[in-house]
């Protein structure tokens, strides 16, 4: 038994548009406007998926962003006039769609051209409306059919923006995502991540083979729906913490930080072999049992993500910078949660693979730490959540047992008499006027932050993860880590 054959007792991640952080009136009041908001929202995103390019025509083939803030927005239940503002924003700086030639021969042989992303656009469009079967049916198809660069490679490439559309398109149910996703994945699919991910694969099929007969026996190892239970023998986070005094990693020859930057500069990671091989140690350091839910294992990373990276490598506690692709690793985590709690039991090629996914994931966590300087994980990070109140953020490792919230060392931020105390500036900011409403890494880092402690079983995590939360909604200002001289106040490793 392979742990996708494990049925969780624990209710999946919801996927539903309308935000669970609503009390009672606001859930009321936001499913009253979801009619309007649903029709403009699909006015929208077909208006720019008619009108505009996958990729803007620029040195860096920057992404098309449109329908990533009007999903955001949709997700956080926000009003029509904010989609309305969002689209305006980006419009004006996306680059004209020009016509393609319409093919239903395979197009496998283009994987990594991103110049092609409206010609995967096209294609998958028809691929994923192939009657006599349903469309999820077509995607998961599209995903996993075999090859040496399966589809589902490209998922984590273009920094994972083809894994955070793919759950969009089952949160939001829209169609559109589902053909974005393809596309964005089929043309950013990179060499690097590929070999990489392939290794991963390989080895997860030997150990699965070496488990063999046992796995039956083992199969009650599985944690989700029930209380957590002592965690692996090195979880991510003592991982991390040893990345960051290892040597092998001082002075790397690549333009940093910068997860793209020395890609750009023509130096990719996967030109300095100690990168990929301390990546690998990392996967396999990390003892994660066949057995394992793999909801389970996303659960943990979602702790190490929000708490530890995001919020906790500044290099003072009064200091309140972040790091952009250490903030996108929340939503990624996010992302494949949905993806997998939406499928993973419907199809067998899901299930057999989903750990090897996740592995992936921690895979690119990894390599994103390395590629950010390896900043330091304090102990605790202080974030001022009121005028007069302090909320800390713990990040020890996960103890055995749940705390109580009366003895959590790190008390809920989150006011009790008012559930979407978050998202209150972005709610009352109907035209988007503040600058980090315009931004959506921002919004989908806070409501990956949200969602994560929505659905953390652990109480004492779930107070972190809403302290994480309040200290990136108080303290954010800009984006740091996007290239040489960005990272000055994180506690970086040279």
Not at 28 to 40: H, L, P
């Amino acid at each position: 038994m392979v742990a996708g054959d494990q049925t969780p007792t624990t209710p999946p991640v919801p996927l539903q548009p309308i935000h669970p952080f609503f009390d009672a009136a606001g859930a009321a009041a936001a499913a009253e406007a979801e009619a309007v908001q649903y029709g403009t929202f699909m006015t929208l995103i077909t208006k720019n998926d008619m009108l505009y390019s996958g990729v803007r025509e620029d040195a860096d083939a920057s992404p098309n962003l449109i329908a990533f803030h009007l999903a955001t927005i949709r997700e956080l239940a926000g009003s029509e006039q904010q989609m309305q503002a969002a689209y305006r924003l980006h419009s004006g700086q996306q680059s004209a769609l020009r016509p393609v030639m319409e093919t239903d021969l395979p197009m496998e042989g283009y994987f990594g051209q991103k110049d092609r992303i409206n010609e995967f656009r096209t294609y998958y469009a028809r691929r994923l409306i192939n009657p006599g079967a349903p469309l999820r049916d077509n995607l998961v198809a599209e995903l996993f059919q075999g090859g040496s660069r399966p589809l589902w490679m490209g998922l984590f490439g273009c920094y994972g923006l083809p894994l955070v559309h793919l759950s969009d398109s089952f949160e939001i149910k829209a169609a559109t995502y589902a053909k974005q996703a393809l596309a964005l994945a089929a043309s950013h699919l990179d060499d690097s991540l590929c070999s990489l991910f392939a290794a991963i694969a390989a080895d997860s099929r030997r150990r699965s083979a070496l488990f063999g007969s046992n796995a039956a026996a083992a199969a009650g190892a599985s944690r989700h729906g029930r209380q957590p239970q002592p965690k692996w023998t090195c979880d991510p986070l003592s991982i991390l913490r040893d990345l960051s005094r290892d040597g092998r990693l001082s002075g790397l020859p690549l333009v940093l930080p910068g997860y793209t930057s020395h890609a750009a500069a023509g130096r990719p990671w996967s030109s300095v072999p100690v990168v990929g091989q301390v990546v690998l140690e990392s996967v396999w350091r990390w003892d994660l049992a066949e057995t394992v839910d793999p909801l389970d294992a996303l659960e943990e990373l979602g702790r190490v993500t929000t708490v530890a990276l995001a919020c906790g490598t500044h290099k003072t506690p009064g200091a309140a910078e972040f790091d952009v692709y250490l903030c996108f690793l929340p939503t990624l985590v996010l992302a494949l949660r949905v993806f997998l709690a939406a499928v993973r039991l419907q199809y067998p090629a899901v299930s057999e693979i989903a750990l090897v996914l996740v592995r992936c994931l921690w895979a690119q966590i990894v390599l994103v730490y390395i590629l950010q300087l390896r900043p330091n994980v304090a102990a605790t990070a202080t974030a001022t959540a009121t005028a007069t109140a302090t909320a800390t953020v713990a990040t020890p490792t996960p103890t055995p047992t749940p705390t109580p919230p009366e003895q959590s060392t790190a008390p809920s931020a989150t006011p009790p008499d008012d559930d979407h105390f978050l998202f209150r500036a972005f709610y009352d900011d109907t035209a988007l006027d503040q600058p980090r409403h315009q931004d959506a890494f921002y919004l989908r880092a806070l409501r990956s932050f949200a969602m994560l402690a929505a659905t953390e079983r652990n109480p004492a995590w779930r107070a972190r993860i809403d302290n994480a939360a309040v200290k990136l909604q108080v303290g954010w200002q800009r984006w740091l880590g996007l290239g040489p001289g960005e990272a000055a106040t994180l506690d970086i490793r040279l």
